[in-house]
């Protein structure tokens, strides 16, 4: 991750230390975590633990109470989530004991919440964060602020400086691991890389209690499957029946891939505004360049003879994990959700400010030539809505910025990043 800052979580990791006794980062694998971590504390090599060293992690084990002890303050720990819940127990009486703010950040790849065996969780001792892929704003140092934007209807439709198509494309190929993006790996690199990324995963045995796994080669076909649903509601059974797996082993290996941060479900935004909302999650892979790999897309996919069907799934995928990412760090407190009713009508991303109940709604949309039928939907939901809806937005991959009613407007799909 070299030459790379993380201007836009730095500060709000720094806040999280800033306001609780314990932070958590969590995060895929190779998401930058520990770098990150490096970075922003500066830490003496004396205060840096890792659980992946088998010593430590024994001693961390068998004398939870006072390892936890014995740590010098501040301290950071790396793959915490494998010392179980004798550790995370000892962490929370220790934060009991002394309320000092910043005297831990565990890191972890796997969200240790998934594992019913522990109880016991740390609410209103921690601070949680997930650290994603870089953001396209990372890639460039650029302060992203699109979320809090969103909901200043005077905001739009600002000054946008469109992006090639040929860049988009080559982005939403490439992903976002700081590894694949700061060596600019080669296609057949890439392929490399994510092959051995999937296979270091779902292998891992330290992974192994937060579900019921038998076979790994179920996982790696689970994965490809929801790869193959991305940005599309999901329907459980049918993923169990094209994997050959019952609905509760599919159940099972879905939620050890959410604690990987590998998946990602939107839920069904539930609203008084009508009765005849559909109400399955949607499935969204938290990373272009794995799930276009997994699905064997290339450029190809976004070719004029194509049938845009895949390319127009990776680039819905692709805002919603920008919006996700810039949620993490946004002055307000966002729920992200999608709307569809029975009836056809649907929009991609409700964003609902938690306190306010103000709504912003996003179409995304595979197009460089974005029409008014296009925004018909968030002009449906505007009007039931009223003065709740801020601002409706189309994102496309053309160049134009275009009014599209009231609070309603198509912009380029850099706006995201705009500033």
């Not at 010098?72 to 004798?86: L, N, S, V």
């Not at 209807?153 to 946008?160: F, Q, T």
């Not at 649903?229 to 082993?249: F, K």
């Not at 070719?303 to 919603?320: C, Q, R, S, Y």
Request: glycine share 8%.
């Amino acid at each position: 991750m070299s030459g790379l800052v993380r201007r836009n979580a730095v500060p709000r990791v720094d806040e999280l230390l800033s306001s609780f006794r314990v932070v958590l980062l969590g995060g895929a694998r190779q998401t930058g975590k520990t770098t990150l971590v490096r970075d922003l504390l500066e830490l003496p090599d004396p205060a840096w633990f890792s659980f992946y060293d088998e010593a430590v992690l024994t001693r961390a084990v068998e004398d939870p109470v006072g390892f936890v002890d014995a740590l010098p303050r501040p301290a950071a720990i790396d793959e915490f989530q494998r010392a179980g819940r004798g550790f995370l127990l000892a962490v929370k009486q220790a934060a009991d004991r002394d309320r000092t703010r910043g005297q831990l950040l565990l890191t972890g790849s796997a969200n240790y919440l998934a594992d019913k065996r522990l109880p016991e969780t740390l609410a209103g001792r921690a601070g949680r964060l997930q650290l994603w892929p870089l953001s396209k704003g990372d890639r460039h140092g650029i302060q992203e602020t699109f979320v809090d934007r969103l909901f200043e209807p005077s905001a739009w439709p600002g000054k946008v400086r469109p992006m090639p198509r040929s860049e988009l494309i080559s982005v939403l190929l490439q992903g976002g691991f700081p590894e694949v993006v700061t060596e600019d790996l080669s296609e057949r690199q890439r392929r490399n890389w994510f092959e051995a990324y999937v296979q270091d995963v779902v292998s891992r045995e330290a992974l192994r209690p937060l579900a019921e796994i038998r076979m790994e080669s179920e996982l790696r076909r689970l994965l490809r499957l929801l790869a193959a649903r991305t940005g599309q509601e999901l329907v459980v059974s049918g993923v169990a029946g094209d994997a050959e797996v019952g609905s509760e082993t599919a159940s099972n290996y879905l939620a050890l891939l959410e604690a990987l941060h590998l998946v990602t479900l939107l839920p069904a935004w539930s609203t008084s505004i009508t009765t005849r909302a559909k109400r399955r999650p949607k499935v969204v892979l938290v990373d272009t360049g794995l799930a276009a790999d997994l699905c064997g897309v290339g450029q190809g996919d976004f070719g004029p003879a194509a049938d845009g069907v895949a390319a127009g799934a990776l680039f819905d995928t692709f805002v919603t994990n920008e919006v996700l990412k810039q949620a993490t760090w946004s002055e307000r407190s966002v729920d992200l959700s999608y709307f569809r009713d029975r009836d056809g009508a649907e929009v991609d991303l409700i964003v609902e400010d938690r306190r306010l109940g103000d709504v912003a709604g996003i179409e995304i949309k595979l197009t460089a030539t974005p029409s008014i039928r296009h925004a018909r939907h968030l002009a449906m939901v505007r009007d039931r809505l009223g003065e709740r809806f801020r601002t409706g937005l189309v994102i496309h991959t053309g160049t134009q910025t275009l009014p599209m009613g009231e609070r309603i407007w198509a912009v380029p799909v850099s706006a995201l990043w705009a500033g």
